[in-house]
């Protein structure tokens, strides 16, 4: 009997008795107005995953002058729908917290991929939750910007869209060719079943399979929460399940447990977390009451200097800005403001004075309590001029200038000596920010996916920063202890800090999709999402 697996080398040869399935699942990828959905279909040792496993391998190199289609394989086997759609937001570069949100993150999100991604995946008929993952897979058909495959057997719920390709099997003859991943709903492709770990204890959980965890958290019928894990691994699944080892899946657990989560988890999610490259030093949810969450973030700013030294500005959708201490994210008030809508960016000042953007891309002043030099007021109303005829995207400010980013990619800095502008970015401006250190520099981030360097009056560093197939969704950059760090955000849900000068940078998944980033000026970052506000401090060289 033939393997099961097709061959590693060059995917040019589909396994033995599947090759007029293999010529008609061709047929249908080379094909743009066939339908989005094509059924692979058969009975057990028919060889549907090894065509899968072939075209997955088959044919992926990009052609001269054309973008290379992604082809990535997905087994369904085991899967619930949350797991599954952790699963394929991981691959499709964005953020999804319900197989709901990823239809609709498909459906508006700015990431592009090349082509028109085709996904393979295996083994319907042996999910945990196969009609939920048909309803899901139907959905998804229906969004326009990708392709997929989907294999399963008869009698199988099946994913149903407008116009659907199915290529069957069981007519084309011999049953020839092996399958794997047909074990029970707790089983892995191609291997045995596996028993579910103690979801209550947190070292059990972090060690095992993610997506084996989360079928046992989604699919429990008993209400039981296991100490707080369960929600927090709902609450931040997605980043589990893309966390490199147990060290790395522990951090993140540790920073989505929630205020009444067993007392006994902290400590052991630590001990485990220990060898991550960062420290938690708090984390805030909504529904903690002890310390109390502080509200949704969609904007950050953290002051280092001036009368406000030591605080976070934390601004919600409503255009709230809100005072927090940096240490324990404690309220101290609220930003004295009126500015109507949403606030889509801050900047304070070292005089205390806070520079707000609102979604109409016009700036608002907020005067501190001490007073300013008349060359900034003067400044800052002739940008509050320009930008009402000409709205921005982004904004920041440091000594002597305002920095806003445009949706055409130009990035222009307002100075007491005049205006310096630079085209940084292939499409819109997503964030920018600045540091005044001794050699001052503007960061910009842009709907392109890249971050870079610029010095008003000098040309753009050529090369990014830092890039990734997601647009930039925040940024900030402050002075520390071992020279700048930028925090950068993007909207497949990863945050990197950076050293700017060099240096090692590392990278943190909260779970949600990330709202805002700051650095603070022991070089700490801080993360907001919709519903999390959290801080880590980095550890090791």
């Known amino acids: ?11 040019r040869r589909p396994a033995t008795g599947t090759e007029p399935g293999a010529t008609a699942l061709l047929g249908w990828l080379t094909d743009p107005d066939a339908p989005r959905l094509c059924l692979v279909s058969g009975a057990p040792g028919r060889g549907k995953t090894a065509l899968l496993g072939w075209l997955a391998a088959h044919g992926t190199r990009a052609r001269r002058g054309r973008p290379r289609t992604e ?6 086997a085991g899967q619930s729908a949350l797991g599954a759609a952790w699963t394929l937001a991981n691959r499709l570069g964005v953020v999804a917290r319900t197989p709901a949100d990823l239809v609709h993150a498909l459906a508006t999100s700015e990431a592009r991929r090349p082509g028109r991604p085709v996904l393979l995946l295996t083994d319907l008929h042996a999910a945990a939750e196969p009609a ?5 897979l139907t959905a998804l058909a229906e969004v326009g910007r990708i392709r997929l495959v989907v294999e399963l057997r008869p009698g199988t719920p099946a994913p149903e869209a407008a116009r659907t390709t199915v290529v069957d099997l069981d007519e084309d003859g011999d049953d020839e060719g092996d399958e794997g991943g047909t074990g029970g709903w707790n089983g892995l492709p191609g291997g045995p079943a596996r028993p579910l770990p103690d979801l209550s204890d947190p070292v059990a959980v972090c060690a095992a399979d993610p997506l084996l965890v989360t079928t046992g958290y989604a699919t429990a019928a008993d209400g039981d929460d296991h100490g707080g894990l369960r929600d927090a691994w709902l609450r931040a699944g997605q980043a589990l399940c893309a966390a490199d080892g147990p060290a790395g899946r522990a951090l993140t657990l540790l920073t989505a447990l929630g205020d009444g989560a067993d007392p006994r988890l902290r400590p052991a999610l630590a001990d485990r977390a220990g060898p ?16 109390p969450w502080p509200g949704p973030v969609a904007v950050l700013g953290a002051t280092a200097e001036g009368p406000s030294a030591g605080l976070l500005l934390a601004g919600d959708r409503t255009g709230t800005v809100r005072l927090l201490r940096e240490a324990d994210a404690g309220g101290e008030g609220r930003l004295a403001h009126r500015v109507p809508g949403r606030v889509t960016a ?43 005829r000409h709205p921005g995207t982004a904004l920041a400010a440091i ?43 503007v960061c910009s981030g842009g709907a392109d996916g890249t971050v870079r360097l610029w010095t008003p009056g000098r040309p753009p560093v050529p090369e990014p920063l830092a ?29 990197e800090l950076i050293p700017a000068e060099g240096g090692r940078r590392r990278s943190f998944r909260p779970g949600p999709a990330v709202r805002a980033v700051a650095v603070t000026a022991t070089g700490a970052l801080l993360v907001g999402t919709d519903e999390s506000l959290v801080c880590l401090e980095p550890q090791g060289n």
């Not at 082809?71 to 369904?76: F, G, I, K, T």
């Not at 030099?373 to 800052?380: A, C, V």
């Open 399 to 441: 000594a002597g200038s305002v920095v806003v980013g445009d949706r055409l990619g130009s990035v222009h800095a307002f100075g007491v000596t005049g205006l310096h502008q630079a085209a940084l970015h292939s499409g819109r401006v997503t964030a920018v920010t600045a540091v005044g250190a001794e050699a001052p520099f």
């Open 132 to 136: 939920a993952l048909a309803d899901l």
């Open 276 to 291: 991550a490259p960062w420290r938690l030093r708090w984390a805030r949810h909504r529904g903690d009451v002890a310390p």
């Open 467 to 495: 890039e990734r197939r997601a647009p930039v969704v925040a940024l900030h950059a402050a002075p520390a202890p071992g020279g700048p760090l930028v925090a950068a955000a993007w909207a497949d849900g990863r945050v």
């Open 1 to 11: 009997m033939p393997s099961a697996t097709p061959s590693p080398a060059d995917g």
């Open 71 to 76: 082809r990535a394989l997905v087994p369904l």
């Open 346 to 388: 801050l900047a304070p000042t070292a005089d205390g004075t806070v520079l707000l953007l609102d979604e109409h891309g016009r700036l608002h002043t907020v005067r501190g309590t001490a007073p300013r030099p008349p060359y900034l007021e003067r400044l800052t109303d002739a940008v509050s001029t320009t930008l009402s």
